[in-house]
């Protein structure tokens, strides 16, 4: 009930801006740049849950390192174009993309699954193309160790910030309300501090433990249309107003940023400039659902660093401004890994097979159950590994092939895990048939079926067509 009361709230406040803007015609929201005299002032109140890093603060010998990477996999053409599907169409990203990370991990946006190319890690034989992808990917690891501990003092920074903030209020208050009984001071002094609770090395590990990145890279000038800024007027997007999906809620996202500036892009000293200067890449803030807070402008040069703490990620949304030079990043983040490896799909395929038997003698297969309960968990998963796993690697994943061949095993297991999936929905269709099943007990059991039935038919259908 909350989760659609918030829904229709924020579909209230997006119809309001909407108007707004028509009212306002092409004038635009007020946005600042460092340029301006209130950006640290608005920064401070409105985005510090946005900490930045410039290059100069990050090891050279990482800067060398990670930049050799992204050449690397460039050379390699292992950056990809994605095929997303936003309300039932699809689209190509303007931005080439590349995942990289734990073994077995994928990440899941618009619609579209990517499967990491699996940095090398102790304990897996992983099998890459060339030295050179090999070197890439332990660069990017080196680097995603480094944002780790980068990002879990950032947060303890803003917890300590955010405790002192909470002491000087009560000091206030207890100064400007004297006249308090003990008793009442005890318990306000109380619930303030009960605002920010010390967080325990554990939470701050599961919010800052890096399982992949996935790596951006655009050349403007070869883009023959870049959307524009909608709200703002801030100019050429690579990438459009967003919240990032599929993480670990309050999780830190981390991004390296390297634009490959040269002599023939520099930045503008022009004082009757305004806005940002097209010729830099910056990152794009702005508090969702607001029509009153002005948004931020961030340039991004050579080896900065950002960080999105905490819940900023759900109260703002970002996007990234385009420059004129070539741009990589690498973006950090903690994906919701629940549903999302390897791992997992496999132990839900294991279950689903639970039901299916073998006679010793004939090898004949069979059922256990018919109970619907039983049959509905394993045709759901009979989906899930067919439309979220096998579909989606072979229809884009195998592009990946360019780096290693790591997730050909895996796959051939699901396919045949899937093969047996196939034959118990036959099984499920000839049994329910039998004269001899309970009336009512096979009613329930077609019922849920015919519903799965329906939605792999359909879906089927929609990937064929894709």
Known sequence: GGTMKRRAGEREKELKKKKLLEELGESRLPYLTPADADFHQLWKTKYSKLIFR?????????????????????????????????????????????????????????????????????????????????????????????????????????????????????????????ATSLTEQGSVSKDQSGVCVPEDDRSLKNRTSYNLTLLNYMDPLQMLYLKQEPYFGMGNMAVSWHHDENLVERSVVAVYSYSCEDSAVEESNEQEL??????????????????????????????DIYLMLDDLNIT???????????????????????????EYILGQCELALQNLKTDSDSM???????????????EEIHNEVE??????????????????????????????????MEIMTSLVLSEVRKEQ???????????????LLKERQKLRKEWTAR
């Open 274 to 303: 305004k806005g940002r200067d097209p010729a830099v890449w910056h990152v794009g803030l702005k508090v969702a659902w607001d029509i009153e807070t002005p948004g931020l402008a961030i340039p991004l040069h050579q080896g």
């Open 364 to 378: 004949a297969l069979s059922l256990k159950s018919l109970e619907a309960a039983v049959v509905k968990q394993g």
């Open 54 to 178: 410039k290059s100069d603060t990050v090891p050279e010998e990482l800067h060398q390192k990670v930049q050799e990477s992204f050449l690397t996999l460039r050379e390699h053409n292992c950056f990809f174009q994605d095929l997303v599907r936003i309300k039932g169409k699809d689209f190509l990203t303007p931005v080439s993309r590349i995942l990289i990370g734990n073994p077995g991990c994928t990440y899941k946006y618009l619609n579209t699954r990517l499967f990491t190319v699996p940095w090398p890690t102790e304990g897996y034989d992983i099998k890459y193309c060339s030295p050179q992808i090999h070197d890439a990917c332990k660069a990017l690891m080196r680097l995603n160790d480094y944002l780790h501990v980068e990002a879990v003092k950032a947060l303890q920074g803003q917890n300590l910030f955010e405790t002192k903030e909470i002491k000087d209020a009560a000091v206030i208050d207890r100064e400007q309300s004297f």
């Open 437 to 451: 099943q309970i009336e009512e007990q096979r009613n329930e059991t077609v019922s849920c079926f015919l519903l």
């Open 316 to 342: 703002h949304q970002h996007c990234v401004l385009a420059g004129l030079s070539p741009r990589f990043s690498s973006t950090h983040r903690v994906a919701d890994s629940s549903r999302g490896t390897l």
């Open 387 to 420: 439309f979220e796993w096998l579909r989606q690697f072979w229809f884009q994943g195998k592009r990946y092939l360019k780096c290693t061949d790591w997730w050909l095993k895996p796959m051939a297991k699901l396919e045949e895990f899937w093969r047996k």
